[in-house]
Each structure stands twice: as C-alpha cells, then as structure tokens.
C-alpha cells in the first residue's frame, strides 16, 4: 500500500468506513503482532493486538498526519503492550506479594519441545526467553531499533523520548538481552 492509498482508507475509516479500516488491519496486523509478541510474549501478544486495534479504531480520528501512519500504529502498539506488561507485573505482585525486580526472571523449564528442533526455531525461543529479562522500556527500544529496524528518532518519537535516550534504552536493552543469552546458553552447557 502506498501512502496516498494510506490516507485514503485512514480518512475513510476515521468517518466510519468499516471496509476501510479492515484493510488498514489487513494491511499492518502482522506489524501490530510481530511487535506485540516481541514485547508481551506469546501469552498476552494476541490479546493486545485487538487492544491495539480497538484503540486504534477509537482514535482513529485524532491522526492528524503528522508522521508516518506506521509510526503511530507502532506508538499505540508499544503503549499498549507497556501497559499490558505492567497490569501483568501487578497482577504477579498480588500472587507473590513482593517486590517487582528491575528485570523480569528467567523462566523455569525451558527445554525445547518437538516442535522447534530445528536451530532457527531454537535461537528464536532464546532470543524471545531472553527478551523477556530485558526491562520493558529498554525492550521496546530493542525491539524497535534492531528488530523493526526503525531509525533512533523514529524509535524516540514512539516512545516519546528525545533521540539520546532512545540511543541509550537500546544500547541498555542490548546489552542487557547479551547478557541474559550468555546466562541462558551457559545454563544449557552450550
């Protein structure tokens, strides 16, 4: 899709054109998922796709244009699965009533099932295990800058940051998601 034809289906469905808005979801779903299962995992990433898109189609009107449409998809996205992350933080808190650490824990029984034999598979689920130690701001950065590859000051409008420290939340989020591969892979034997 173009950007005019952008516009067109977005002016559309901001006036209400169901058709429209469901080729805007055709068209960027698997951007909403592919970044949603990145930040919340697989648990929470179908569940906050449609948070986003119910977002997106309630706020719809208020795109002024002012960036890239993906841009703002990607904003709603990351907000959102931010938020999804700290509900979820919360309500883990309530169950172990103590204190949130700075970095999520590694989880317990990672032995690879059947099904992802093969070693891309393989580096994938480390990468997402790893991903989930990384804090969440850093994480988004991660994943926007190396994993979407989006330019810092895309990354930094997204997030809403001035560009150093969008530089430095991915530089963090790197190094801390290094960190967690070498603690993952030495756990393995590897």
Known sequence: MTTHEDQTFIHAAANGDVESFRRLVQQYSSLVYRVALRIVGPELAQDASQEVWIKVWRNIKAFRGDSAFSTWLYKITVNTCLNARKQEARRELGEHDGELPPYLPEPFGTDSDPEHQALGAERRDELMQALELVRDEHRAAV??????????????EILDVPDGTAKAWASRGRA???VALSETNGEDGR
């Open 143 to 156: 994943v926007l800058r190396h994993m979407e590859d989006l330019p810092y000051s895309e990354v930094a």
């Open 176 to 178: 801390a998601l290094l």
